[in-house]
């Protein structure tokens, strides 16, 4: 059974850093794997989906990398702002969960200013 | 426009009732989900859906049912209401993309239910 796990749990920064943030999972035999955003009582943001055949995507600020021998992912937010304060979300897309995403507890983040 | 929407967005109801909620997508996807996320803002997947299987995860009581009437819905029927539903309960769809499943989950806002 697959297992999401995002370490830290809660992150506080100053403004302006680089920070990286961590997902593991336990079954290397994934469709997919995607990043959420999710503000206090909102709902889910998509930020990245990478698929299994890629090792890295790209959007804006973000880079989110996947090696999927190691069942790892990182998200990296580059020049941090206040605005980025969420909790964000690992979940990972694989075909003994119906395709349904699987996933981590989420790490808060908060950028002070 | 927005892509997913669910209703109602709050419900607070007593326990022993039974309740539905709504959910919409505009997005021409043909997979749809119910997620459940619990009071330690854990998600988990309560049921996948297509127009050819149906997908329910095994710790789902069976007073859980999801209903489909078309491609763009995909209703949540809850009965015999108990203290421990209470949660924030998400759906979301994707586009199955003919088998390949790479495609981005979208999701709606959230229906927060308490019972009381």
């Known amino acids: 059974k697959q297992e999401v796990t995002q370490i830290p749990a809660a992150l506080s920064v100053p403004e302006g850093e680089n920070l990286v943030l961590n997902c593991s999972f336990t079954?290397?035999?994934?469709?997919?794997l995607q990043w959420f955003r999710q503000d206090p009582g909102k709902g889910l943001t998509s930020l990245l989906l990478?698929?299994?055949?890629?090792r890295e995507q790209t959007s804006g600020r973000l880079n989110a990398s996947l090696d999927k021998s190691s069942g790892r992912s990182t998200l990296y937010i580059a020049a941090s702002q206040p605005g980025d304060s969420a909790t964000y979300l690992c979940a990972v897309s694989s075909r003994d969960s119906g395709y349904a995403l699987n996933f981590g507890k989420g790490t808060s983040l908060l950028v002070t200013p | 426009d927005t892509a997913v929407s669910q209703t109602p967005k709050y419900l607070v109801t007593q326990m022993g009732n039974d309740k539905s909620i709504k959910c919409e997508q505009n997005l021409g996807h043909d997979t749809m989900y119910w997620y459940k996320q619990d009071s330690k803002k854990f998600l988990k997947i309560m049921f996948s859906?297509?127009?050819?299987?149906?997908?329910i995860n095994e710790t789902v009581p069976n007073r859980f049912s999801p209903k489909s009437p078309d491609k763009a819905h995909l209703n949540l029927h809850i009965n015999s209401l108990e203290l421990g539903d209470s949660a924030v309960y998400f759906c979301?769809?994707?586009?199955?993309?003919?088998?390949?499943?790479?495609?981005?989950?979208?999701f709606g806002d959230g229906t927060r239910l308490s019972i009381l």
């Open positions: 079954d290397s035999a994934i469709y997919n």
């Open positions: 990478i698929q299994s055949s890629q």
């Open positions: 859906y297509n127009n050819k299987e149906l997908i």
């Open positions: 979301a769809s994707s586009q199955d993309g003919g088998g390949i499943r790479n495609q981005p989950q979208h």
